[in-house]
T-cell receptor, first 114, second 114 residues
Framework: LAKTTQPISMDSYEGQEVNITCSHN???????ITWYQQFPSQGPRFIIQ???TKVTNEVASLFIPADRKSSTLSLPRVSLSDTAVYYC???????????????FGKGTKLSVKP | DSGVTQTPKHLITATGQRVTLRCSPR?????VYWYQQSLDQGLQFLIQ???????AKGNILERFSAQQFPDLHSELNLSSLELGDSALYFC?????????????FGPGTRLLVL
């Protein structure tokens, strides 16, 4: 099973850029890297997904180096409402990559202060 | 609003009892997933269905069972409930159940076993 490691918590202030790095040393060739956001008592919400290099959408950017053993989620100019837990996931190729079950780690608890 | 609905929102029951949680996927999605989230275990994948067939199993106890019906809604049955089964149970859906697809999570069912 691909395993991810990310910081347990991070603090930031409103307006700052936040970078959360995730390590996934055992990532397989076919695995995608996906980030989800979860607010208390709500279901996780998809943020961004990538395979290699850089991906950007209206919410975040995802940077993936050539070896793909890590990835960095970048949140530009965070606000108080970005306070949440952020999960980094990679595909579970033990199931041949065809199933979509997600292996969530502990996630990173981001606290944004005024 | 993810488009995934779950009922009930809250459930309080006693040890030894049996409950059924219900999930309706997003319109057009064929795959449904069930997750359990407790304070000490984080978010755990339980089981996945695709178009009525079980596709993948995670950390699902033998006391738990699930099924997906022809109309694609799914039910998670929890029996012989124990105090430790108290948790948030999330349902998610995706189009074809593939690893690279976005999963859309419902609002969850909060189960309290007394």
């Amino acid at each position: 099973l691909a395993k991810t490691t990310q910081p347990i918590s991070m603090d930031s202030y409103e307006g700052q850029e936040v970078n959360i790095t995730c390590s996934h040393n055992n990532i397989a060739t076919n695995d995608y890297i996906t980030w989800y956001q979860q607010f208390p008592s709500q279901g996780p919400r998809f943020i961004i997904q990538g395979y290699k290099t850089k991906v950007t959408n209206e919410v975040a950017s995802l940077f993936i180096p050539a070896d793909r053993k890590s990835s960095t989620l970048s949140l530009p100019r965070v606000s108080l409402s970005d306070t949440a837990v952020y999960y980094c996931l990679v595909g579970d190729t033990d199931y041949g990559g065809s199933q979509g079950n997600l292996i969530f780690g502990k996630g990173t608890k981001l606290s944004v202060k005024p | 609003d993810s488009g995934v609905t779950q009922t009930p929102k809250h459930l309080i029951t006693a040890t030894g009892q049996r409950v059924t949680l219900r999930c309706s996927p997003r319109s057009g999605d064929l795959s449904v997933y069930w997750y359990q989230q407790s304070l000490d275990q984080g978010l755990q994948f339980l089981i996945q269905y695709y178009n009525g067939e079980e596709r993948a199993k995670g950390n699902i106890l033998e006391r738990f069972s699930a099924q997906q019906f022809p109309d694609l809604h799914s039910e998670l049955n929890l029996s012989s409930l124990e105090l430790g089964d108290s948790a948030l149970y999330f349902c998610a859906s995706s189009a074809r159940g593939l690893a690279e697809e976005t999963q859309y999570f419902g609002p969850g069912t909060r189960l309290l076993v007394l």
